[in-house]
C-alpha cells in the first residue's frame, strides 16, 4: 500500500507485525536514505553485531532467493535483523515476490530510485497490504514548510514559514542535511516530543545555519577514511553533541552503503561518485572514492549497526555510553585504516 510520512514516522518508532517490506523510491534519493536510517535506529542493539544486513539490488537480480533467505535467517545475537537492500531495481521484482510468498521474517526496507511510470515493483508494492511504499519527489521551495514541519515534529520543533524557507535555501532541500540542522536547533531550543517549541527565523540565524559543523564532517570523514589519530583529536574537540556526531558518522556510512551497492554491481567506485544522486560536492569525490576501497558491503553494514547501538547506549540511563562511542569510533578507523 501507498504510504506517507507520517506512516513512516510511525513505522520508524514501532515496526508493525503484519509489515514484511517498506520501499523507498523516487527521485530525492536523499529523502529515501534518510527514511530508512530512522527506520533502522529501532532496531540497533549493542549485543548484536549484525543488527542491520545489507544487500544490493545487484545481488537481487542475480539471486532473487537471497532476500527471502535473508529475511528468514535467524540472528545469532539479538531479536531480529533488519534486512536493508540498497540500489533495488525493477529486476528485483521476483526477490520482492518471493520475500511476500514466504513466511514471515525480518523485516526489509529498499531504497529505489526513480522507477519507471507503470513499474511491476511499484505496482505490486502498492497492492499489498504487507508492503508500505513511499515515492520522494525531488523538493521544491514550496515544499519547505512541509518537509521542515515533519523533521522539526519529531523533536517538539514548530518552525514559522520563514524558518522553514531559511533552513530549506541553507542546504538546497537535502533531507539528510535538513535533518542535521533541526537536530541542531532543537538542542539550541532545548525541545524534544515533550517540550515543543516554536522556531522562529531569528534562532535559525543564531545556530548558523549550514555553519560550526566542520567538526562532524571531519569526523565522519576521519572515520571513514581510517585516520584514528585525526578522530582522537576531533573528538577531543567535541566534548558535548556526541549523538549528533554519531549521526554525521552514520549519514557517512549510508551514503557509503548505497554507493557500495552500485560498486558490487559491477561499476568502478569513481564513477559510482560521478553518478551519486543527490550528488557529492566536487571536493569530496577523491576523498569517497577512496573510501568505497576500504569499506565492503558487510563492513559497512556491521558499521553501521555499531553506530546505531552506540547512539542507543547513550540514551540508556547510568550508561557509559559517550565513552562506548569514542571507542568504538576510534575502532572503525583503525580497522579502516589497516585496510589502506
Given at each position: 500500500?501507498?504510504?506517507?510520512?507520517?506512516?513512516i514516522?510511525?513505522?520508524a518508532?514501532?515496526?508493525?507485525?503484519?509489515?514484511?517490506?517498506?520501499?523507498?523510491?523516487?527521485?530525492?534519493?536523499?529523502?529515501?536514505?534518510d527514511?530508512a536510517?530512522?527506520?533502522?535506529?529501532?532496531?540497533?542493539?549493542?549485543?548484536?553485531?549484525?543488527?542491520?544486513?545489507a544487500?544490493?539490488?545487484?545481488q537481487l537480480g542475480?539471486?532473487?532467493?537471497a532476500?527471502?533467505s535473508?529475511?528468514?535467517?535467524m540472528?545469532m545475537?539479538?531479536d531480529r535483523?533488519l534486512?536493508q537492500?540498497?540500489?533495488?531495481?525493477e529486476?528485483g521484482l521476483?526477490?520482492v515476490?518471493g520475500?511476500?510468498?514466504?513466511?514471515?521474517?525480518?523485516?526489509?526496507?529498499?531504497?529505489a530510485?526513480?522507477?519507471?511510470?507503470?513499474?511491476?515493483?511499484?505496482?505490486?508494492?502498492?497492492?499489498?497490504?504487507?508492503?508500505?511504499?513511499?515515492v520522494?519527489?525531488?523538493?521544491?521551495l514550496k515544499?519547505a514548510?512541509?518537509?521542515?514541519?515533519?523533521l522539526?515534529?519529531?523533536?517538539g520543533?514548530?518552525?514559522?514559514?520563514e524558518?522553514?524557507?531559511?533552513?530549506?535555501e541553507?542546504?538546497?532541500?537535502?533531507?539528510?542535511?535538513?535533518?542535521r540542522?533541526?537536530?541542531?536547533l532543537?538542542l539550541?531550543?532545548?525541545?524534544?516530543?515533550?517540550?515543543?517549541r516554536?522556531?522562529?527565523?531569528?534562532?535559525?540565524?543564531?545556530i548558523?545555519v549550514?555553519?560550526?559543523?566542520?567538526?562532524q564532517?571531519?569526523?565522519a570523514?576521519?572515520?571513514?577514511?581510517?585516520?584514528?589519530?585525526?578522530?582522537?583529536?576531533?573528538?577531543?574537540?567535541?566534548?558535548?553533541?556526541?549523538?549528533?556526531?554519531l549521526?554525521?558518522?552514520e549519514r557517512?556510512?549510508?551514503?557509503l552503503?548505497?554507493l557500495?551497492?552500485?560498486?558490487?554491481?559491477?561499476?568502478?567506485?569513481q564513477s559510482?561518485v560521478?553518478?551519486?544522486?543527490?550528488?557529492?560536492?566536487?571536493k569530496?569525490?577523491e576523498?569517497?572514492a577512496a573510501?568505497?576501497?576500504?569499506?565492503?558491503?558487510p563492513?559497512?553494514?556491521?558499521?553501521?549497526?555499531?553506530?546505531?547501538?552506540?547512539?542507543?547506549?547513550?540514551k540508556?540511563?547510568g550508561s557509559l555510553?559517550?565513552?562506548?562511542?569514542?571507542m568504538m569510533?576510534?575502532?572503525l578507523?583503525?580497522q579502516a585504516?589497516?585496510r589502506?
Amino acid at each position: 500500500m501507498r504510504v506517507d510520512a507520517v506512516r513512516i514516522a510511525a513505522i520508524a518508532r514501532q515496526w508493525p507485525s503484519d509489515l514484511r517490506l517498506v520501499l523507498l523510491y523516487g527521485q530525492d534519493m536523499s529523502a529515501s536514505q534518510d527514511m530508512a536510517l530512522r527506520i533502522a535506529r529501532q532496531f540497533a542493539d549493542p549485543g548484536n553485531p549484525v543488527a542491520v544486513e545489507a544487500l544490493s539490488g545487484a545481488q537481487l537480480g542475480k539471486d532473487p532467493q537471497a532476500l527471502a533467505s535473508a529475511a528468514s535467517a535467524m540472528s545469532m545475537f539479538g531479536d531480529r535483523t533488519l534486512v536493508q537492500v540498497d540500489g533495488l531495481e525493477e529486476d528485483g521484482l521476483t526477490a520482492v515476490e518471493g520475500l511476500l510468498s514466504a513466511s514471515p521474517g525480518n523485516p526489509v526496507v529498499a531504497i529505489a530510485g526513480a522507477l519507471k511510470k507503470g513499474s511491476k515493483l511499484v505496482a505490486l508494492a502498492e497492492r499489498s497490504p504487507a508492503v508500505a511504499a513511499m515515492v520522494s519527489y525531488e523538493p521544491a521551495l514550496k515544499d519547505a514548510t512541509r518537509l521542515i514541519g515533519e523533521l522539526g515534529a519529531e523533536f517538539g520543533l514548530k518552525p514559522s514559514r520563514e524558518a522553514a524557507v531559511a533552513l530549506f535555501e541553507s542546504v538546497g532541500g537535502d533531507r539528510a542535511l535538513m535533518r542535521r540542522e533541526v537536530e541542531k536547533l532543537s538542542l539550541y531550543l532545548d525541545s524534544d516530543e515533550t517540550r515543543g517549541r516554536t522556531a522562529e527565523l531569528a534562532d535559525v540565524a543564531a545556530i548558523g545555519v549550514g555553519q560550526g559543523d566542520s567538526d562532524q564532517f571531519a569526523l565522519a570523514t576521519a572515520v571513514a577514511g581510517g585516520r584514528p589519530a585525526l578522530v582522537v583529536d576531533l573528538l577531543a574537540r567535541m566534548p558535548t553533541a556526541r549523538i549528533v556526531a554519531l549521526r554525521a558518522v552514520e549519514r557517512r556510512l549510508v551514503m557509503l552503503l548505497g554507493l557500495r551497492a552500485v560498486v558490487d554491481g559491477g561499476v568502478s567506485p569513481q564513477s559510482a561518485v560521478e553518478g551519486a544522486r543527490p550528488p557529492i560536492f566536487w571536493k569530496e569525490k577523491e576523498a569517497v572514492a577512496a573510501e568505497l576501497m576500504l569499506w565492503s558491503t558487510p563492513r559497512l553494514s556491521r558499521a553501521l549497526g555499531e553506530v546505531l547501538a552506540a547512539e542507543r547506549a547513550i540514551k540508556t540511563s547510568g550508561s557509559l555510553g559517550e565513552t562506548l562511542a569514542d571507542m568504538m569510533l576510534i575502532s572503525l578507523a583503525r580497522q579502516a585504516g589497516s585496510r589502506r
